[in-house]
C-alpha cells in the first residue's frame, strides 16, 4: 500500500503543481501533520458511510480537513490544537454534508471565483485519487481496500494542507 499512496502523491502533486495550487518542493508542517491520525480516526466512519453514494465528497472533503487544519494552524494554534477532536468540531458546524461549505466560507474565506474555483480543483483530486483507487481493482470491505482509502484520505490531507499553505505565503526554498 506504501507503493499505492506514493503514486497519489505523484499524481496529486504534479497536477497541483500544473495548476500553480503548491510549490515543486511541498511545505513540512509538522503540527498539521501531527493531527493526521487524530483527524483520520475520526472521520472514518463518516467517510465510509458516505463513499458508496457519494465517493467524491468522502474523499474531497478530506483535502478541505487538510486547508482548514492548515488556516487554523496559521491563526490561532494555541486554541485549535487544544480541541479534543478538530474533525468533529468542523463537522458539527453545519453537518457533514455541508463542511465543504463551512471550510470554504467560515475558515478559508472565500467567496466568488476563489470558492468555484476550489470546489472544482478539489474534485478534480477527489476524482484522481478515487480513479486510482477503483483501478487498483480491491474487494470491497476487505483491509486491502481500506488501507487504500485511508492511503488515499491521508494524501488528499496532506496536499489540502500544501495548498493552503502555499496560499498564506509559505513557500518552501532550497538553502544555498
Not at 468555484?116 to 477503483?134: D, F, I, P, Q, W
Request: hydrophobic share 40%.
Amino acid at each position: 500500500m506504501e507503493q499505492f499512496e506514493e503514486i497519489l502523491h505523484k499524481d496529486l502533486h504534479q497536477f497541483l503543481l500544473s495548476m500553480k495550487e503548491v510549490d515543486e518542493r511541498l511545505p513540512e508542517c509538522p503540527d498539521v501533520e501531527d493531527k493526521w491520525e487524530e483527524i483520520a480516526k475520526a472521520y472514518i466512519p463518516d467517510g465510509i458511510r458516505e463513499f458508496n453514494d457519494f465517493p467524491s465528497a468522502s474523499l474531497g472533503w478530506m483535502m478541505y480537513i487538510g486547508m482548514a487544519v492548515a488556516s487554523m494552524w496559521d491563526t490561532e494554534w494555541e486554541i485549535y490544537s487544544k480541541i479534543e477532536d478538530l474533525y468533529a468540531y468542523m463537522r458539527d458546524k453545519r453537518g457533514y454534508d455541508s463542511m465543504d461549505e463551512y471550510i470554504r466560507e467560515e475558515v478559508l474565506l472565500l467567496q466568488g471565483v476563489d470558492y468555484t474555483l476550489l470546489e472544482k480543483v478539489t474534485g478534480e483530486c477527489a476524482s484522481r485519487v478515487y480513479n486510482a483507487l477503483m483501478h487498483r481493482r480491491l474487494e470491497p470491505g476487505t483491509k486491502d481496500a481500506f488501507n487504500g482509502y485511508v492511503a488515499c484520505l491521508h494524501q488528499l490531507y496532506l496536499m489540502g494542507a500544501a495548498m493552503q499553505l502555499k496560499r498564506m505565503g509559505y513557500h518552501m526554498t532550497k538553502m544555498n
